[in-house]
Antibody
């Protein structure tokens, strides 16, 4: 079964850091680009970052550039999102998604609050 | 950024009747011979699920009562006969320009 399972969410104070992980299984992870997408409580969806198969190119939404870093471990089928200097408006459920969005994880909640 | 505008934002529906959601982009989504416009469904308490990719292609397992159409900047998702399990929020998303952007979502309720 194709599956994405996120972990690493939690509560953190403004200015803090978190590292999200996404474990992929059931498909050829190293051959597909991957994304992080977030959803704020009661609000819509926002694409955050994308990483190509070989990690050669990475793209970010402007609001996270310089603070978030997307990376991957193709040997062990993991996707990561390192989030630094977190802000209150980064509070959201973070989803790991495959390619054009044909597979989503269950999400992990990040809460940034003082 | 390309702005995706959905209408309506709330759509009361009747079981067995058709329903339609519009999505308009602030720039053309056509590129290299393709148009990267996707539709997602999010049922209450669940993660989003892709229904349609590249305007009109249904994902595996998606009922054929769902269909997508459009070109350039104007797109439509249609449900031919609404069923109870179709309740939820529907989002369009463009995958042509950076950053990728979603519409605000359309809440479909019986």
């Amino acid at each position: 079964e194709e599956q994405l399972v996120e972990s690493g969410g939690g509560s953190v104070q403004p200015g803090g850091s978190l590292r999200l992980s996404c474990a992929a299984s059931g498909f050829n992870f190293r051959s597909t680009w991957m994304n992080w997408v977030r959803q704020t409580p009661g609000s819509g969806l926002e694409w955050v970052a994308l990483i190509e198969e070989g990690e050669s190119r990475k793209y970010y939404v402007d609001s996270v550039k310089g603070r978030f870093t997307i990376s991957r471990d193709n040997a062990n089928n993991f996707l990561f999102l390192q989030m630094n200097n977190l802000r209150v408006d980064d509070t959201a459920i973070y989803y790991c998604t495959r390619g054009g969005g044909d597979l989503w994880g269950q999400g992990t909640l990040v809460t940034v609050s003082s | 950024d390309v702005v995706m505008t959905q209408s309506p934002l709330s759509l009361p529906v009747t079981l067995g009747q058709p329903a339609s959601i519009s999505c308009r982009s602030s720039a053309s989504l056509s590129s290299d011979g393709n148009t990267y416009l996707n539709w997602f469904q999010q049922r209450p308490g669940q993660s989003p699920r892709r229904l349609i990719y590249k305007v009109s292609n249904r994902d595996s397992g998606v009922p054929d009562r769902f269909s997508g159409s459009g070109s350039g900047t104007d797109f439509t998702l249609k449900i031919s006969r609404v069923e109870a399990e179709d309740v939820g929020v529907y989002y369009c998303m463009q995958g042509t320009h950076w950053p990728r952007t979603f519409g605000q979502g359309t809440k479909v309720e019986i």
